[in-house]
């Protein structure tokens, strides 16, 4: 018997196992198809009531609903109940058609009305307004609703930085969230430097009950001010009190005195002087409460007041659909999508209107959706948004080898598996990656694995080896050799890391893996094998970067060559060493990772003026699926200067940390062959960054328009080639030799 019972369970099992494995087939496709959906309709459907949802909260709503559908039908009627409300001139049919009813949307008399239709230069819509990009959307001859929350509101005082150069800062501060779903608020620490660049440090305030928290960081010889205070994104408040800043003195940490550091005294909060509190935040206000302070009689109180303005919108660029323009997809298996691109509207909105009734309970539905990532359907919710931002406006997918649709499944079948918000990070992590983006950054705002061991590691002749040991008590050397992480083979390990990292090629991928293997939580353990040894390291430092480069700004490397360090230098510093360069025979630039402001520079190098007019160009979509695409050009057409110093001996290092503006001064050096190029190829990354946030804090950064080489040609995912290339060698890195800088004076002396 006991042999037959055996087969029983086993067939039991598999029966049950393909049973699951059906049903969380279904499950998939049925996301697949609302997320196909769900982009037409956000980005392409020109209705008033798709432009005044919550498209996040939809995600969410909606992933929830299609996600127990069992049938094809059912699946049809959950996308008639989710989209109708907001786009009741839309169709979903189980057969392709190319007829329409346009009366549907035609009106009885037009002569009133308008044609409403989107225009996206590059994306504006759903997008991180402080950035400021180029990037715009508009709904043409409609109101766009502007909804204040994705502004960061602040509530800070700024120091002059100059007497704790060189030192470590902590800050302190006690604080409390005023609403269980609000998880954007944060202790704000920033370093201004004075290239005009500046270095966030926060530390997310997760607790409804008074707690105190700290951000430490390290201030450098290029931070001018220093800016401490609280910050809040989105609906809720935060309530804050007793902030503290000290700088760290021979092991000790010395407390800085700060004006109203209690709140006790009323003061005006607009006044932006050193010294002074200052609040800045459209759609939020700022208040000393009495109102349950931490200690004393007062605290601070930031909240988000619910202001949104309203904006007729005005045409970007001169393509538009035409009225009667309608699109057919298929969205799933079977299931067809009719979307009308225009329709008419005059001063009470788009014709037809939606049911007041049924959008008013969608809206309703929609503020009670759940807001954390342990709840499934937030990760789906996610992982849609995320999908339809690069499927509709990604410019480079004509470059890049990727399934997208694919890469969705595999992400929607993670998304069932995850719990916690690091694996919802995770998934998200392995879900751009294969897009080879150097710019996409997945951030998550409650993320504290930012700490790391006090040493710097680099792959060199596929060996990973000790770069910099910044702690003595630290039995390591540089040139030791890792072989193994946390139990794991180095390789191996690596292979995770870099399985999350988007990438346009091997020289970024390496950097940005070799800071990421070192990241975990303040205070947790890495373990590594050196020479047959294990050796714990305790992650508690803040990243330091390895680059094994000159640090001063400029030298006079011999009576003939000299030296600038274009990652450092700024422009007025150069124009003082112009005659110094004058009569120099060669220049060595220095451009392996990120230029200074200083790129009119290259006029001094050009010969003539600069005539590219279209290598940067900001995609300007109308259609879906990047179709029919025109482009607005955008060049910097930069003058030449005298002196000309492009008649000397002109060598620039570089590597795969150039990116973005680095590229696009290479661009120049490539394209006019300015110099003679030396390192290894650049990042492959260039073009303005954009920004999108997700449901419960999380948020991804990625490249919005495509840049190419002067020439027309391929720069994404490739950079630019040196003309000599160069090796690091385990040899040079034990004897701190800098061989990028040695390989160019060794070309100077034979010139």
């Known amino acids: 018997m006991k042999p037959f019972i055996f087969v029983l369970v086993l067939i039991f099992l598999s029966c049950t196992e393909k049973s699951i494995n059906k049903e969380s087939a279904q499950k998939v496709e049925n996301l697949k198809a609302f997320a196909k959906a769900y982009g037409y309709v956000k980005y392409f459907h020109p209705s008033d009531g798709a432009s005044e949802i919550d498209w996040n909260s939809f995600a969410i709503h909606g992933a929830k609903i299609v996600e127990k559908c069992e049938s094809r039908y059912e699946l049809i009627n959950a996308f008639d109940t989710l989209f109708k409300p907001i786009a009741p001139s839309i169709n979903f049919t189980t057969t392709k058609s190319n007829k329409f009813d346009l009366t549907i949307i035609t009106p009885e008399n037009s ?8 225009q996206h230069s590059g994306v504006g819509i759903g997008m991180d307004p402080e950035l400021r990009t180029p990037y ?40 409390k969230k005023d609403d269980a779903h609000s998880n954007n608020g944060y202790l704000r620490l920033v370093l201004e430097k004075s290239d005009g660049t500046s270095d966030l440090k926060k530390a997310p305030v997760v607790d409804e009950q008074w707690k105190q928290y700290e951000v430490i960081a390290k201030v450098d010889s290029l931070t001018s001010l220093i800016q401490l205070g609280i910050a809040l994104r989105g609906k809720g408040s935060i309530l804050y009190d007793l ?17 109203n550091q209690d709140f006790e ?20 206000s700022c208040l000393l409460t009495n109102t349950d302070p931490y200690k004393g009689n007062k605290s601070a109180v930031l909240e988000y007041s619910g202001i949104i303005e309203e904006e007729k919108g005005e045409k970007l660029f ?33 014709y037809p209107k939606s049911d007041s009734l049924s959008l008013k309970k969608l809206k309703d539905n929609l503020k009670e959706v759940p807001q954390e990532t342990s709840d499934l359907s937030v990760r789906l919710g996610n992982v849609i948004n995320t999908y339809n931002v690069f499927q509709h406006f990604y410019p480079y997918f004509d470059v890049v080898d990727v399934n997208w649709n694919n890469e969705l499944e595999k992400a929607l079948e993670r998304s069932f598996k995850d719990s916690i918000p690091k694996d919802h990070l995770i998934t998200l992590q392995k879900f751009t990656s294969p897009l080879n983006d150097g710019h996409i950054v997945v951030s998550y705002n409650r993320n504290s694995e930012w700490a790391t061991p006090p040493i710097t590691w680099e792959w060199i002749d596929d060996k990973l080896l000790i770069t910099n040991v910044l702690n003595d008590t630290i039995p390591l050397n540089v040139g030791d050799i890792v072989t193994e992480i946390n139990g794991e083979n180095a390789m191996h390990y690596f292979e995770e890391v870099k399985s999350r990292i988007s990438a346009g090629t091997k020289g970024l991928l390496n950097s940005q893996a070799e800071a990421l293997s070192l990241r975990g939580e303040h205070d947790s353990k890495l373990n590594i094998k050196v020479n047959n040894k294990n050796i714990k390291l305790l992650r508690n430092n803040y990243p330091y970067g390895s680059s094994r480069g000159r640090q001063s700004d400029y030298e006079k490397i011999n009576d003939s060559v000299f030296y600038l360090n274009l990652n450092s230098i700024p422009m007025e510093e150069i124009e003082k060493l112009i005659p110094e360069l004058e009569k120099s025979k060669s220049i060595i630039c220095d451009l392996r990772f990120y230029p200074r402001g200083n790129h009119s520079f290259i006029s001094y190098l050009l010969k003539e003026k600069d005539t590219t007019k279209s290598w940067m160009q900001i995609p300007q979509h109308i259609y879906p699926d990047r179709e029919k695409l ?12 005298k002196p000309y110093l492009g008649d000397k001996q002109i060598i620039f290092i570089t590597k795969g940390t150039a990116i973005s503006y680095a590229e696009s001064y290479m661009g120049f050096i490539r394209g006019y062959k300015l110099a003679t190029i030396i390192g290894q190829p650049t990042a492959g990354t260039n073009g303005n960054i954009n920004r999108f946030k997700l449901s419960e804090g999380f948020s991804i950064r990625w490249t919005g328009m495509k840049v190419l080489k002067h020439d027309g040609s391929q720069l994404h995912g490739i950079g630019f080639l040196p003309d000599v290339y160069v090796k690091p ?6 004897a701190a030799k800098d061989e990028f800088l040695e390989k160019a004076i060794e070309l100077t002396e034979k010139k």
């Open 318 to 350: 001169d393509n538009q659909p035409s009225f009667g323009h309608i699109i057919e997809k298929e969205v799933g298996a079977g299931i067809y999508l009719q979307i009308p691109l225009v329709l008419y509207s005059n001063d009470k909105g788009t």
């Open 630 to 641: 025109t482009y607005q050009n955008s060049n910097w057409l930069l003058p030449s200067k």
């Open 729 to 734: 060698t385990i040899e040079g890195l034990k």
């Open 136 to 175: 715009q959307s508009s709904r043409v001859n409609g109101i766009i609703n502007k909804d204040y929350s994705y502004v960061v509101s602040k509530l800070a005082m700024r120091i002059e930085a100059a007497k704790f150069l060189g030192n470590r800062i902590k800050y302190k501060a006690w604080a």
């Open 243 to 259: 902030p503290q800043l000290f700088y760290e003195n021979n092991g000790k940490w010395i407390e800085v005195p700060l004006e």
């Open 265 to 284: 005294k009323e003061e005006s909060l607009s006044d932006y002087k050193i010294n002074n509190w200052y609040f800045e935040g459209i759609g939020y």
């Open 111 to 118: 002569q009133d009305f308008k044609p409403t239709f989107w």
